[in-house]
């Protein structure tokens, strides 16, 4: 429980970001004004980045601490719905802000279970974690793992279990700083993560939880301003309103009528054609031996994506077109679980004053969340429609000039296969990742606004970043170091470990997304199914199974992970296939394999001591202390 | 800070976990049915369009979300109650 203190900062919180949105606005405004007299797009682009750079630091300067409380859990003076923002901007990554609209244009409504399983984890937090967490009150979740199950094995598995799952997705978001600065800005790729590097770091050097908070809340008010503005004009020129998560339905139905003329078409059938015969081609070189094997595997791509283009054309609309309905229930399942098992999210529940304020921040940062996710679905839809309306049957030699712009960057790729000179749809191919990037070019916008979006999509990456980075460093300084091997640890030596940790895992990070590893998608996926394995099982039934003890927590959570990277792995490399599910599912094993494990090992030992029982008890309702306590804030 | 509460006498402790345990029950089958059973039913469902939108695809793009929102406040307010109802809420 907070201390009642009166802080200006903390009484006027609606005030202070409610003028900072506005100046935001005010020099979105500005900086279109100077766009119209003459100012260059590069110039933008650095005033964009620098400028929204420079706030977040000097929150993270005017927020820096010594204190022990503010420093891991924001002195836990976090107002519910303020915890929601920050929460919202920590949890969507540059992967949801650039992606997202992208995945659903691409994969049609199997797309939506990630839509789904990003936001249905919220409910099983709300209701299995969020508000029991709070009651506990500590520092980190390997924390509760040590206070519940007691000793140091169930606390250790945990931050190898953090830390595992963080760190695959902390390279991701720093991945997609450098994307982000090097294109904007124009610099080379390493320059950009370093210089991203340095946004990161600044913002929760000085001030740990407590700086990250702040600056995470004016971080997701930027980046639901940049996401929903280019969206909303889009909707505004095609359907005269600009709602677009109420109108992209009138799009859907347009969308089918067209793609019905398009499967219809016989250029379309001739361009299938001509690509199978390219697989086919590519196919008899893979196998000549005089191939160079250097060669095979940038053939073997090109292979693969042209049997794909050689498939017939799925409706948008069709359900289970690019994966099965078993698939998809999966998915959504292991989102849902790995989402409420992710520890930079669950420890933002130790930032609020009370129980019933953690209840509503889940809440809160699931309506703050949704207006996003909300609008992903309508991104895609007018991507679509643009697509197929204004470039399918057009002369390839007369396409708008956005075309190009995304071709020279890769992400859009045409190829007349027929030489009609006409494009048809079996000739485009459109990257994912450019959806959400090029709206504001394809529908006519300034470039302000595309520097807006990508000041957005900084904002959602260093965000994230901020978070796991601060759940990385604690769970090695505080729980590895103070807990276990320098219990008597002062409070200034607390904090400078953890800053150094800090810089060092940071400094790691950068160095290996320098090297850009292409498997990074997926490792993503694989931390999901591997917190959802690990982690949520024995948070649930360490509230709410008083049997469960340590051998259970030992095994479960051991054996969780085990199966879970089993079936990954085997999966993705070597053929292992148990009932057709794919390898961004193999939480769907380790989950009820971690829960069965813990219930049973469970109930074959000792049960847990009184003292421990009566702890379970105490964290199941929001009055008074828990049972073995020892708080120092 | 450490002000350990006089003892919360155990059928208390049960009454109110059994009403949480309820409440838990409900929000969860809510859940499911809006997702897992929305996926499940979806060309079902997709016979019935909305202002464009056939329903089993707004279910998943939309529709889920919405009640999710829904179903948390819900829970949090229903919980708040039942703290009061037992003397079990945090001291203001």
């Known amino acids: 429980m907070a201390k009642q203190r009166s802080n200006a900062f903390l009484d006027n919180l609606g005030r202070v970001y409610g003028m900072y949105t506005g100046v935001f606005i005010a020099f979105v405004i500005l900086l279109g004004i100077a766009e119209k007299m003459g100012l260059p797009p590069r110039t933008i682009g650095y005033v964009f980045l620098a400028v929204t750079i420079g706030v977040y630091a000097l929150i993270g300067i005017v927020s820096r601490t010594a204190k022990i409380s503010e420093y891991y859990v924001a002195g836990r003076s976090v107002p519910s719905v303020f915890n929601g923002m920050a929460t919202g901007s920590d949890w969507m990554s540059a992967a949801t802000f650039i992606g997202m609209g992208g995945t659903i244009y691409v994969m049609g409504y199997d797309g939506l279970a990630y839509i789904m399983g990003w936001t249905g984890g919220y409910v099983l937090l709300a209701v299995f974690l969020g508000p029991y967490l709070r009651k506990f009150g500590q520092y980190t979740i390997p924390d509760f793992l040590g206070a519940r199950y007691g000793g140091n094995i169930p606390r250790l598995i945990g931050v190898i279990a953090a830390i595992t799952a963080s760190f695959t997705y902390l390279i991701a978001q720093v991945t997609g700083v450098g994307i982000i600065t090097s294109r904007v800005l ?3 790729f390493t320059v950009g993560v370093f210089v991203g590097l340095a946004g990161i770091l600044v913002c929760s050097l000085l001030g740990g939880m407590k700086a990250v908070t702040w600056t995470q809340v004016a971080q997701y008010l930027i980046l639901i301003i940049a996401y929903l503005t280019p969206v909303t004009v889009m909707s505004y020129k095609h359907t005269g309103v600009p709602v ?11 969308i089918d009528a067209r793609e019905k003329q398009i499967i219809a078409d016989p250029a379309e059938a001739a361009v299938r054609e001509k690509w199978a015969e390219q697989a086919g081609a590519l196919g008899e070189k893979l196998k ?5 094997a250097a060669e095979k595997a940038k053939l073997a791509a090109a292979q693969q994506s042209a049997v794909a283009a050689s498939k017939p054309i799925k409706p948008y609309l069709q359900p289970f077109a690019r994966t099965d309905r078993k698939n998809m229930l999966a998915l959504t399942f292991c989102l849902m679980v790995g989402t409420a098992g992710l520890p930079h999210i669950l420890m933002r529940y130790y930032t609020v004053p009370s129980v019933k304020d953690a209840r509503s921040s889940v809440g809160w940062s699931l309506f703050f969340i949704s207006l996003l996710y909300f609008t992903a679905p309508a991104y895609a839809a007018f991507a679509r429609w643009e697509v197929l309306s204004t470039l399918i049957g057009s002369r390839i030699a007369e396409l708008p000039a956005w075309t190009t712009h995304w071709a020279q960057v890769g992400l859009l790729a045409i190829k007349d296969m027929n030489m009609d000179g006409i494009l048809q749809l079996g000739e485009l191919t459109f990257g994912a990742d450019a959806i959400v990037l090029a709206t504001p070019e394809i529908a006519g916008l300034p470039y302000v606004i595309s520097g807006l979006v990508a000041a957005g999509g900084l904002a959602a990456a260093l965000s994230t970043a901020d978070g796991l980075l601060l759940t990385i460093s604690n769970a090695l300084s505080h729980d590895l170091y103070y807990k276990v091997l ?5 409070i200034m030596r607390r904090l400078t470990i953890s800053r150094v940790m800090l810089v060092v895992t940071a400094t790691i990070a950068a160095w290996v997304a320098t090297y850009k590893i292409t498997i990074i998608v997926e490792l993503v996926a694989w931390a999901f199914s591997i917190a959802a394995a690990s982690f949520f099982p024995a948070l649930v039934l360490g509230v709410w199974d008083k049997r469960a003890n340590k051998a259970g927590a030992i095994a479960g959570m051991t054996l969780g992970f085990c199966v879970t990277l089993f079936y990954m792995i085997g999966s993705r490399f070597y053929g292992l296939d148990w009932w057709g599910i794919k390898t961004v ?7 009820p394999a971690g829960f069965l494990t813990i219930f049973v090992v469970s109930r074959l030992t000792a049960a847990p001591s009184q003292e421990l029982q009566e702890f379970v008890e105490s964290v199941r309702y929001p009055r008074g202390a828990v049972g073995t306590s020892d708080l120092d804030d | 800070m450490g002000m350990q509460q006089a003892k919360v006498d155990k059928a208390t402790l049960a009454a109110y976990w059994g009403e949480n345990k309820r409440l838990t029950a409900i929000t969860l089958l809510i859940w499911a049915c809006v997702s897992f059973g929305a996926v499940f039913f979806v060309e079902t469902l997709n016979a019935v369009v909305i202002f464009g939108f056939p329903l089993g695809y707004f279910m998943g ?15 949090s307010r229903a919980m708040n109650l039942v703290d009061r109802k037992y003397n079990l809420h945090e001291e203001e």
């Open chain 2, 61 to 75: 793009a939309q529709g889920a979300l919405i009640v999710f929102v829904l179903l948390i406040f819900n829970y």
């Open chain 1, 585 to 591: 599912s193999s939480g769907i094993f380790g989950i």
């Open chain 1, 486 to 490: 320098d219990p008597s640890a002062s």
């Open chain 1, 186 to 188: 124009g610099i080379d």
């Open chain 1, 244 to 254: 677009s998560e109420l109108m992209y339905g009138q799009i859907l139905q347009k």
């Open chain 1, 288 to 292: 000549d031996p005089a191939t160079p």
